[in-house]
């Protein structure tokens, strides 16, 4: 059996990559214990690259604000499961149940964030994310609002429409590049051990 | 009459900016005689900004490929019209007509591109790309192959899904802060002499 | 380069016309200087034109009721952009400019009235117009108790309703005979002078 | 028990209307043998009542053309169904059912033309009026391409398209009113004798 | 000319069905006078016959419960109609105009029950089964409250949506099967006499 | 912490059941080693609970026809998926795994069965199923043929469609009931060991 394609466009080798792209590479390997297809689909361009990591980075990595990274996951995969991207919703879920320390949640959060075990003030955020992500055009001052009486900042709002903003993106890269997700995210978070790794 | 609203947000000054942001920010002033409200809008949070128009540039300003910069800007004024995006319908409805040298093509192809004066394979270019925009999950092998047979390459179905996708961003990112397009796009490109410009 | 099709069907000469048509598409290029293609599109069915025209001027040239013109006009452009519809957007987004003396508000409605730089009756009116072009159904005693919040009477509602329904046919008609806006339209009332015409 | 209501506005007295008017009403309810709701609905406004029926007549009272009188009929089923407007599909399911000598047909073609008991051409005929009432914006060429298949010309096409547009715009007039059907359509049609009539 | 076609699939002759489903047949013909073809389509598969009435006739013939018989009919007509099914439309309209003694209610309800000449509750009923029948995954407490505000019971809501259920799985199967509606429904209940019968 | 909810409604205790629900739950705890929420929620409404169960069975494990169970729960995960009815895409997820001996193939199929790790005949299979599912009304004599195409007899088309069918039942029951699938449920058929079982 051959191995599946992760990409309808070349994937380029580890060797053949600027430095900056291929370091950043390794970090996430050593870290996770294998590359994420993202990683590799995405360096076929090298300057799209940069730029989509960095803007995910300042919105996912930053330090500080009024948004837990678990709860930056959960935009992505409630986002991710209303456009149906394969590869976001894997991969994300898998990250989500990791920062979470909970093996269901991202399952609930994919099929319907309304009904999952999460906190009423996370369906508010993700009330506003989905609102940005599928009707943009019909935010309004109430949507704002509707944050604030959950204790969220208008900065956190902006963390949360531009988390789902930043999916519709990269949404939509996977869906153009046809993009695999890892075997690897299917399971992880999901065994008992996991979540206390 | 008090200036009208461009952003939700806080606005920066211009001497408050750090280096790169601020003489981002005077060379387009120096070029189009105006800051286009986006600029100041998304310098609200410097990192964001440099990787959102690091994206724009490797799509936009881009030299070679297959796609005009004429092309390029059909796609943003057809996909974000289908998103009811008003900044980037005008601001790049703008840009479009000086590109095109074309007073009529903005408003067609924002309405609707299958019966505006383009080419066919403007016309086919602009369906892989309202796909992506608002239907990407259903992105086949048989939409690349319906841009082959108009001569586009694989790299260019890139570049035309990539457009279609980081506008999905762009367009989101305006709605989130309620961004107002400056009122010299709406007739820029309109008048006779700027065609011949 | 040839002239481009206004319709799909035949384009009557002036001079095989009945004689009251002819002389209201004499009267019409008087006034505009030119005449607007969906009088000689139409002119193609006499019985068919004198009725449009008829149930047009009924409603839009009517003297007295609670509307403005300007108001009447943002209604045609407001749903007809939910429509698509080519012409009628780019022919009554010129007239709504002139009325209105005002460059932009033909674009904002057309993008989404609800983030336009109109008052709040004129949104309440606009919301009225858009549930009965694409909700009729729904329409209920709440719809037009919201009108009369803003002080518009039962007969205003049914001016707004009417407009709403006569511009469903009239976008419908304009799809069929695949009417193409005349050129001079795009530019008018966007240029400085204009409004103080 | 009170009569219903048959319209939100006030419904005038036939002895108070204009001469052309209230001669129209007589001469209808002369030969149905009831007054329709529509009449004296519409007739609260005369102007728009005259423009109205003018239309009404030209399209579905022409002689000549490609299109039975049950065909035309047809078409105000469908594409008022699929409006959802309760008076049109009652009113004008009876005079279906009459002009086809079939008491089946309204129903089935109000549901669902696909499977109706009609004839090819006319399921061609209705594909193309639900289009205009429903798609408009996405007719092309192949649409008329279509119907010519089944030996409609491109003037039965303004036919076919012109009655969808008109009641688009009645089934709007419909809704706005809150119009109710006259309790004598529900049964006209059905029994044995009338579909002999 | 030859009898319709009742079923995509094999119709059994009654003398080879198991005895239960003959005498279940026989059963309703005794009373109905005819046997409609629900009963003769689904018995081509034996099990699933009677696992389809006996979960029919738990909702829809059970003794107590708040919902009266015509109510629990007006729920199928109504999510029938939604589905677009004319089997259950027609059948059941019939049955609700019988039951309700009413021949225009059944019209009334199919094309939208909020304007139907029914009470208040039942409009509150018919809200809850469309929600679960066609936007079930956003059923929350508030809908379940607004049934107790009518004086609905938890089980009554039990009741509604279990109905609501087991024909968005009836109109299906009559979709699969291209299940044809007898002719004598279309006229039951209509008639002066019937009602009262 | 307390147990989670698993129905809106009360869950009756074993020991209170039938004798032969009681016996059908005590079967299935034995073979799976934990009991379904969906048996117990059911149990609510024993005859209910029969019917459902019979239809269950008499579609998902009749032996013979030309779907393997792998196959049929495909189906059952596909379009629940498309009904956003969580306790079906988690339990029947977890079957489809197992049945498959795949551990990715349900979330796959979940998210966008078209590109699934199946074969050809199984996509069919499933845009068969969704169609009965989402666009019912429409199936016609060319949706059986694209399965003919693939080595389905019509009883197998019975057989797809019916089991679209009956979760369209499930996945509304599920709904109104606020149905919670047993944590269990989320991580059976992951686990390396399970597909090689």
Redesign the interface.
């Known amino acids: 059996m051959t191995a599946?394609v992760i990409s309808?466009?070349p994937v380029p080798r580890l060797e053949d990559l600027p430095e900056d792209i291929r370091s950043r590479i390794l970090a996430v390997q050593e870290k996770a214990g294998f590359v994420p297809n993202v990683f590799v689909a995405l360096a076929?361009?090298p300057?799209?690259f940069?730029?989509?990591f960095?803007?995910h980075d300042?919105?996912m990595e930053?330090e500080g604000g009024g948004l837990t990274k678990a709860e930056r996951e959960m935009i992505v995969v409630a986002t991710s499961?209303a456009?149906?991207?394969?590869y976001c919703?894997?991969a994300h879920g898998a990250i989500l149940r990791i920062y979470a320390k909970n093996?269901?949640v991202a399952?609930?959060v994919a099929?319907?964030y309304?009904?999952a075990?999460i906190m009423p003030r996370q369906k508010a955020m993700l009330a506003f994310a989905m609102k940005?992500?599928l009707h943009?055009?019909?935010?309004?001052d109430e949507d704002?609002a509707a944050l604030r009486a959950h204790g969220f900042t208008?900065e956190d709002?902006?963390d949360i429409?531009?988390i789902?903003?930043?999916f519709?993106?990269?949404?939509?890269?996977a869906?153009?590049?046809?993009m695999r997700p890892n075997?690897e995210f299917?399971?992880m978070g999901?065994?008992p051990k996991a979540p206390r790794a």
């Open positions: 599946p309808r466009y076929h361009r300057a799209e940069r730029a989509f960095a803007f300042a919105l930053k499961a456009n149906d991207c394969l919703i894997v093996p269901l399952d609930q099929v319907n309304r009904h075990d940005v992500s943009g055009k019909d935010l309004g704002f208008d709002a902006w429409g531009a789902a903003a930043f519709a993106l990269s949404n939509r890269m869906h153009l590049v046809g075997d299917f399971l999901r065994v």
